[in-house]
């Protein structure tokens, strides 16, 4: 079955430094999606790519889909303390349910 | 005030003994799913229905057990079945199989 590969697991970065966070499926995709997941709360929906190649940016966040429909990253300019959290990318194949990956860990010292 | 509401937000039960979550939205929402999130790990989905009186099994559905009467509602039963059933529990919704899912807060299971 379709599966989403989220890299990199943990990712402890100085605040102002930059962050990327990388997600790779074994089929095509129809959409991906990104939702962010405070530490203790629950995940809340980020963005939705649809088009090949297509870029989005929210501020100082600036998402990706690739021109196979395969594979997306989210980048954080300048991360704050605010940016604390986990970022999953979540795929679509096809008429097919919504795939989640395991996540990025994101900490930032300040 | 419109959303997706569970409850309780923090759960104990005794080993053996089963469990339902409540899961209500008032988004107008076809789709609905349960995932179970474990610490430092991602989403896994449990169950989905995409419409009333319809539901599908997820990923790890051994052990839990839905239904769908009601569009707004959609509770999760965790039975004595399942063998390790200490987690946190999120219900999730969205206007169709294939959009946006807008997340509970969630319920936090431990099993003693």
């Known amino acids: 079955g379709q599966q989403v590969m989220q890299i990199p697991q943990y990712q402890h970065v100085q605040e102002g430094e930059d962050f990327t966070t990388y997600c790779n499926s074994s089929?095509?995709?129809?959409?991906i999606q990104w939702y962010k997941q405070r530490p203790g709360g629950h995940p809340v929906f980020l963005i939705q790519?649809?088009?090949?190649?297509e870029v989005k940016k929210q501020k100082r966040l600036t998402f990706q889909f690739g021109e196979a429909k395969k594979n997306s990253s989210l980048h954080i300019t300048a991360t704050q303390t605010t940016d604390v959290g986990t970022y999953f990318c979540?795929?679509?194949?096809?008429?097919?349910?919504?795939?989640f990956g395991a996540g990025t860990i994101l900490r930032v010292k300040s | 005030d419109g959303g997706i509401t569970q409850s309780p937000k923090y759960l104990f039960r005794k080993e053996g003994q089963n469990v339902t979550l409540s899961c209500e939205q008032n988004?107008?929402?076809?789709?609905m799913y349960w995932y179970r999130q474990d610490p430092g790990q991602g989403l896994r989905l449990i169950y989905y229905?995409?419409?009333?009186?319809?539901?599908q099994k997820g990923d790890i559905a051994e052990g839990y057990s839905v239904s769908r009467e009601k569009k707004e509602s959609f509770p999760l039963t965790v039975t004595s079945a399942q063998k390790n059933p200490t987690a946190f529990y999120l219900c999730?919704?969205?206007?169709?199989?294939?959009?946006?899912?807008?997340f509970g807060p969630g319920t936090r299971l431990t099993v003693l």
């Open positions: 999730a919704s969205g206007p169709g199989f294939t959009d946006t899912q807008y």
């Open positions: 790519l649809v088009k090949s190649g």
């Open positions: 979540a795929g679509q194949g096809y008429g097919n349910k919504l795939v």
């Open positions: 988004l107008n929402h076809d789709a």
């Open positions: 229905s995409q419409i009333v009186n319809d539901f």
């Open positions: 089929t095509t995709l129809s959409n």
